[in-house]
């Protein structure tokens, strides 16, 4: 019985270089969708909020059935991983080289490979993959194609040089022999010529890609004689099968039925092994699972059966139980804590998720899939610490809570510290900046403020700047709401990680201070008239408020209680001004990221379904005074 062939490959860019898009016509050109079937675009991107942000956050895989390439008889089965292109979703990348024998780096045809893409190209060489670049979006009226190729292959070269094994650098140089594709995703044509500038490859299709992927990455390593093998590297639910693990088969041949050894590891990292049925066996076609009796070594299947199956474990022989290495990603960067509802208004948000047990269970239910979440006790019960990548990674995770019906209060973002050598060590960002030359000032400005230091400028195409700057990650915690206003919305920011350098010292707060109710009630038009000049609100009049709510942002450095639930008195005199409209400034809606950004160390967001607010952690201001005194006391 012939085998069919297999290429395992991620596909990996910067944020909206167009990957999904490319799945997306691959999947339609190999016959994926029905003839009748509507074919839904960015089929990959299925959550709501990647579908709202327009970014992946979850890696996800597909399978391409093709015809192999000068072969005749042998179907060739692609599975194709669609990645994260932000570095906050940097766990899901790393778990998703662990599926695949090589990578198709896509590069946008104007901007070229931008900060967010070393990391993950990085990854991929340091495991001596190979890499095929792909310019996409060659059609652009801005394409520059020679220039991205070269910027492309000089990165390549950069990351090589830097790789501490020289077996994984001398691979990485022999990357600039293989061929160089060019694509218009959106018009689902490939090509390994060259289509110049602004135009559109003149290929029918995507016949050039899938020759190349067969080509040059290798067949997966894998025995099919050799005894079980098969690596958790996701997971999956559902109501009818409960937990799914998503399996790379190394080695071996996994059945429906089979009885296997189960690897896994308690909370210390112990390894354990028991012996566990497959009870179901589902492999992918096109961007659904089907039902198979087996699965063998070098394809990627979902299995059910076991209740507590996380990433990183192993299925083996259960005669010859071998153990594959547990899959690892970087230390967390940021932390931010999350808690129960405790505002007098709790309850009244929409939300029906309100408990302590209910959110810890939530919270738990996200580090099954998530490798690169922790969650930690803090001293209070109701309240754990979470930490992630980066803050857009643990602001999806609120967003998400938010939407399933949960209210929670959230801290302010924090770096996560480590001791290295008795010395307070501290993540570190390269921020690459593109602004118009006009903006160079206030933004060298802004991140100087931030202890950011620049390590280069250079003049860009027309009257545009590229600065570079190696900047403590504390210091972009709320920097792009300022940053795109100090721009006009204009300027371009990405960034990677550094590692831990040392403590780059104090960074100065938000400039101005809150606004905050100082008693509850409903707010009124009239307060808000006669407060105007105080500063900027957030609130309408007519919404509840209540005591140690910040209702705005002073136009001072300084907190400031105010009542703003003051009502106008009546008396039978008839003022000259009576009918005069009363004209408000609109007030200011945050956004989950900018009530985040917006929050002081002694405040936090209140996050419920249908509306969020930021308080103080002490409401009574009684209490918030003799905290501050206490405070000063221990610092004198």
Known sequence: MSHPEFRNVAIVAHVDHG??????????????????????????????LEREKGITILAKNTAIRRKAAGKDG??????????????????????????????????????????????????ALAAKMPV???VNKTDRHDARIDEVVEDSQDLLLELAASLEDPEAAEAAERLLDLPVLYASGREGKASTENPGNGKAPEAED??????VIYEVLPEPSAEIDAPLQAHVT?????????????????????????????????????????TVKIAEL??????????ASEVIAGDIAAISGIDQIMIGDTLADVENPMALPRITVDEPAISMTIGVNTSPLAGRGG????????LKARLDQELIGNVSLRVLPTERPDTWEVQGRGEMALSILVETMRREGFELTVGKPQVVTQLVDGKIHEPFEHMIIDVPSEHQGSVTQLLAA????????????????????????????????????????????NSYSLGLQPWAGEIKGRASGSLIADRTGQITAYALQILTDRGSFFVEPGTDAYEGMVVGANNRDEDMDINITREKKLTNMRAASADTTVTLAKARALSLDEAMEFCGQDECVEVTPNVLRVRKLLLNATERNRARSKAKAMNK
């Open 19 to 48: 990957k999904t898009t490319l799945v997306n016509a691959m999947l339609e050109q190999s016959g994926v969708f029905s003839d009748h079937g509507e074919i839904t675009d960015r089929v990959m991107d299925s959550g709501d």
């Open 74 to 123: 042998n179907d060739l089965i692609i599975n194709v991983i669609d990645t994260p292109g932000h570095a906050d979703f940097g766990g899901e990348v790393e778990r998703a080289l662990s599926m695949v024998d090589g990578v198709v780096l896509l590069v946008d045809a104007s901007e070229g490979p931008l900060p967010q893409t070393r990391f993950v190209l990085g990854k």
């Open 132 to 134: 095929i670049i792909l």
């Open 206 to 211: 995507l016949q050039a890609l899938f020759d």
């Open 234 to 274: 996701n997971l999956d639910s559902s109501s009818f099968l409960g937990r799914i693990g998503l399996v790379r088969v190394h080695a071996g041949t996994l059945k429906k039925g089979q009885q296997v050894a189960w690897i896994h590891y308690d909370d210390e990292g112990v390894q354990h092994t028991k």
């Open 282 to 291: 589902l492999r992918t076609v096109g961007v659904t699972r089907v039902a």
């Open 351 to 358: 939300g029906d998720k309100l408990t302590a047990r209910v």
């Open 450 to 493: 931030r202890k950011g230091q620049m390590t280069s400028m250079a003049t860009g195409a027309g009257d545009w700047v590229r600065m570079e700057f190696d900047v403590p990650a504390r210091g972009l915690i709320g920097f792009r709401t300022t940053f795109m206003t100090d721009t006009r919305g204009t300027g371009i920011a």
